[in-house]
């Protein structure tokens, strides 16, 4: 086996994870504003250029209204079968074939993340000083070899348990420095008489073409991801009754959902109003620091100090992921009912069953154990934090840890984020990609499928699955015809 632990010590954490360390509402919406807030905000003013106000404000209310469905659901199921990670109520729900592809598409969600956050740090470097394309491309390796390796390549991460509250107070900087660089006549570039004027020419899809509302879609989507760690977010809620839980729940994600999107709107406008057609992919990369511009300098170091420490939080579970994929015995791929297999796991069968009964718990627990794990580190800014949890997960098993594959799982990962980041144009593909992909199929379509499970007669679920699907592939497709365009013209 690999790192996975087989001890009771797996189970006595798994245990304190799920019972323990409950949090408040107010905790909740912060913990599910968290995992939503990202660096996908960076790229939403373009998106709002590409669709118009119109459209992208209709866009931003439909995916709001599907993220607060969909959670609703995944709680649901949470509930009704007492399951608490994503991953689990997948495989309960739809089987383990789902599950598998569930597993794959958090891991090239990740992995995709990682490569926007290097070439969002490109960006940031390009604004603070001048850059020819090359250097550009030099610095964003030099950044990644000195800062974003060595921190990916930790085993315990306790020196990033504040990267998630970096994350949202950075946002919330960059939020105001805008809007002080919107309202300042001397560092505005793109002025007009009002800002209800400026907005008047911005209400429709930029050249009047619809391809750009789809390849503002994505991008969207990708904004409002945090599906798979509003299982977590659930059992730590306080109260016993089920009920009472799945209201609160609701709250909270009316709420987390309505302060997001309030935020997505906000900034989105400033940028508009501020630059107008000149509006990037990459909204940091709009403006020129100057010496007199402090808010803003301070505003670029937070966001890069976000942006770094948040790189290895992406290529951790995906590593987990990996070396636990490696480390599965074959019998654990194939379905529970298939007898050899379970002749295999249960070579020391006693006629009164009690061996057979203690290996069925002993594979449940490491699976079990294995998707608290993923969901905690999934969970930007969980009451129990991803260091903790690792730790508690693998001090067990201390001796078992092999470093030559620690080490070589993480330079893949993270020399293929750095490999894509230096191809990729910008940070929008990267996202366009992500959204019309893992963020749809994880967010709407898994969700609306277990909908559909639960209840074949929910519309809200039929909605979630259909729209999900041929949104997605059709987004997915205008983005990747857009990637050429650019590349080839």
């Known amino acids: 086996m690999s790192t996975r632990t087989e001890s009771d010590a797996s189970a006595v954490t798994m245990t304190s994870v799920v ?25 939403l003013p373009f998106a709002l250029y590409q669709a118009g106000i119109i459209c992208g404000g209709i866009l931003l209310m439909a995916s709001g209204w599907a993220t607060s469905t969909s959670i609703q659901m995944i709680v649901e199921a949470c509930d009704r079968f007492k399951i608490s990670t994503y991953e689990q109520v997948v495989q309960h729900v739809l089987g383990r074939r789902a599950r598998k592809v569930v597993e794959i598409s958090i ?19 390009e604004r603070v000083v001048y850059l020819s394309p090359s250097q550009k491309r030099l610095a964003m390796a030099i950044v990644w070899l000195c800062a974003m ?57 930029a050249e009047g073409g619809w391809l750009a509302v789809l390849r503002a879609c994505p991008i969207v989507f990708f904004a409002f991801s ?16 089920g009920e009472d839980k799945v209201k609160a729940m609701r709250w909270v994600t009316w709420l987390a959902v309505g302060l997001c999107g309030l935020l997505y709107t906000s900034i989105s406008l400033v940028s508009l109003m501020d630059f107008g057609e000149g509006v990037l992919p990459n909204m940091l990369s709009c403006y020129t620091l100057t ?11 937070a966001m890069a100090l976000a942006i770094v420490m948040a790189f290895p939080l992406n290529i951790f579970p995906a590593r987990v992921s990996i070396v636990q994929m490696l480390g599965r015995r074959p019998c654990e791929s194939i379905a529970a009912d298939d007898q050899e297999c379970q002749q295999l796991l249960q070579p020391n069968t006693n006629d009164d069953g009690s061996a057979a009964s203690y290996s069925v718990l002993m594979e449940e627990t490491e699976q079990g154990t294995d998707d608290l794990l993923r969901s905690q580190l999934l969970t930007p800014n969980s009451s129990m934090s991803r260091a903790n949890t690792l730790d508690s997960l693998y001090s067990a098993d201390e001796e078992e840890f092999q470093v030559w594959r620690h ?16 191809v990729i144009p910008n940070i929008s593909v990267v ?22 499970k639960m209840n074949k007669a929910d519309i809200r679920a039929w909605i979630l699955v259909v729209a999900g699907s041929l949104i997605g592939l059709l987004t997915t497709g205008v983005t990747v015809y857009s990637m050429i365009q650019e590349m080839v013209f």
Not at 431 to 452: A, H, I, N
């Open 149 to 205: 390796l060595p921190l990916s390549c930790l085993r315990r991460m306790q020196s990033l348990q504040c990267a998630s509250g970096v994350g949202i107070a950075s946002i919330g900087l960059l939020l105001v420095a805008a809007t002080v660089h919107l309202l300042d006549p001397h560092d505005s570039s793109y002025i007009y008489e009002s800002p209800a004027a400026s907005l008047k020419d911005f209400l429709g899809p």
């Open 407 to 422: 080490v070589a799982v993480t330079l893949i990962l993270a020399g293929s984020a750095l490999g894509l980041a230096l």
């Open 431 to 452: 996202f366009g990609l992500l959204g019309g992909t893992t963020s749809s199929l994880l967010g709407f379509v898994v969700p609306g499928l277990m909908g559909l």
């Open 226 to 241: 945090c599906q798979v760690n509003v299982c977590q977010i659930y059992t730590e809620l306080p109260g016993h009754s």
């Open 291 to 301: 010496n007199r511009e402090t808010l803003l300098h301070v505003a670029f170091l």
């Open 19 to 43: 019972d323990g360390y409950h949090t408040y509402i107010p905790g909740a919406v912060a913990n599910l504003c968290s995992a939503t807030l990202g660096a996908g905000i960076l790229a």
């Open 107 to 125: 891991l090239v969600f990740c992995l995709g993340t990682a490569v926007g956050y290097v070439i969002a740090v490109g960006d940031v470097m």
